[in-house]
């Protein structure tokens, strides 16, 4: 307590010899020392500095890297897997849908022929429901040669009607041509990994055979929506996009031009709720991360705008948010809470695109008015 104040003019100082701005340089002292009030030991403060100088020249250098092992080290930390493919796509990596003729357990990198940085590979660890051990017969089958078919990774594989189910859910049948609505008509229709005898005692295959030439294809937020259910993030779309016909009606800006909004303009804007949050000491404040499908946006909700719109604030999946833009000196731009509408159905809207009788998400048995469209958010109390 009371000690960071030494280093004040040599930190200051030496940026300055260095070309930043004084006053810049300044403000960033300031903000140390505000966290120097937390009173974290030296030992501490040093060794968590040390993993953040790494962890960011990786992400700065390296993002295809850090995205991997972030990924494979899930479940962990502030943001889901969605939120890190979007900001490793935003730096230039190239993400790859999980396929059953390129994907081991973890994520990893291929390489890209005259390119320097790899495309990450997600790996079958992200499929909802999927098993390590199924993952592991696929890569130990493949790796006398490639599948060419359904038929051909069920019998190398021996792997039981419900690992080829979540595969096709997720879409995880591409290099064998088959779309997702196609891959769960020909994994339903595949025949067990016993043998059938009456079948065979006929001398009749026991597999319904190849999808019908009709099926119809899924629409593109129907596809999405069956990524989300299955994986828990799209490389073909956001959510919030097939919606934003109706969020335009209701008033409401993207989150990307609500960053460039002037301070203290009264906005909206919609979006699905990644993350909740009320510290402590922030003296029942809550912080809400809303995510479009242009950029995040940050939300204060004030406590007595809190206890007004609790069920909203805690509960809802999307909202629809009113309030004012603030920016601080340092350009970090929020949106001050002053009314929530819970915006949740409308992600049913998506879902209920399809076509009566079809099924394109995971159901597991469940009725599908119960299926989420999209995972619950990251809360922290």
């Not at 701005?21 to 030296?42: L, N, T």
């Not at 929530?340 to 159901?363: C, E, F, N, R, V």
């Amino acid at each position: 307590m009371g000690t960071i104040g030494h280093y004040e003019t040599m930190m200051v100082g030496r940026m300055i010899d260095r070309g930043y701005d004084p006053e810049f340089a300044q403000r960033c002292f300031a903000q140390i020392k505000g966290f120097g009030e937390y009173g974290f030991p030296e030992s501490h403060a040093c060794s968590f500095a040390h993993l953040v100088y790494i962890s960011s020249w990786v992400k700065c250098f390296y993002p295809d890297v850090f995205t991997a092992a972030l990924l494979n080290s899930q479940p962990m930390g502030f943001y889901a897997p969605a939120q890190l493919v979007r900001d490793a796509r935003e730096h230039g990596v190239e993400v790859r849908h999980p396929d059953v003729n390129a994907s081991g357990w973890d994520a990893h990198l291929e390489h890209r022929p005259g390119e320097a940085q790899h495309a990450l590979r997600l790996g079958m660890r992200a499929i909802d429901g999927f098993r390590e051990v199924w993952a592991q017969a696929i890569v130990v089958a493949r790796e006398a040669a490639p599948f060419h078919d359904l038929e051909d990774l069920r019998r190398r594989t021996a792997l039981p009607p419900a690992a080829l189910d979540r595969l096709a859910e997720a879409d995880a049948y591409g290099s064998l041509e088959l779309s997702r609505r196609q891959g769960m008509w020909a994994a339903k229709g595949a025949p067990l990994a016993s043998s059938a005898p009456l079948f065979e005692a006929m001398g009749l295959d026991e597999a319904d055979g190849s999808p019908p030439a009709a099926l119809p294809r899924l629409t593109e937020a129907e596809e999405v929506v069956g990524d989300y259910q299955s994986i828990r993030l799209s490389l073909k779309g956001h959510p919030v996009a097939y919606l934003r016909e109706r969020l335009t009606k209701a008033g409401a800006i993207t989150a990307e031009a609500y960053k460039v909004a002037r301070d203290n303009r009264r906005v909206t804007i919609g979006g699905v709720v990644l993350v909740r949050q009320r510290p402590g000491s922030a003296k029942g404040v809550v912080f809400l991360t809303l995510e479009d499908e242009t950029a995040v946006a940050n939300l204060v909700v004030w406590p007595d705008v809190f206890e007004r719109l609790r069920p909203v604030a805690m509960g809802a999946r999307m909202v629809l948010a009113t309030g004012r833009v603030q920016r601080s000196e340092e350009g970090v731009t929020h949106l001050v809470v002053e009314d929530l509408i819970d915006w949740t159905p409308m992600l049913g809207d998506l879902s209920a695109q399809t076509a009566p009788g079809s099924a394109h998400a995971p159901s597991r048995g469940r009725h599908p008015r119960d299926v989420r469209v999209l995972p619950g958010s990251r809360d922290f109390h």
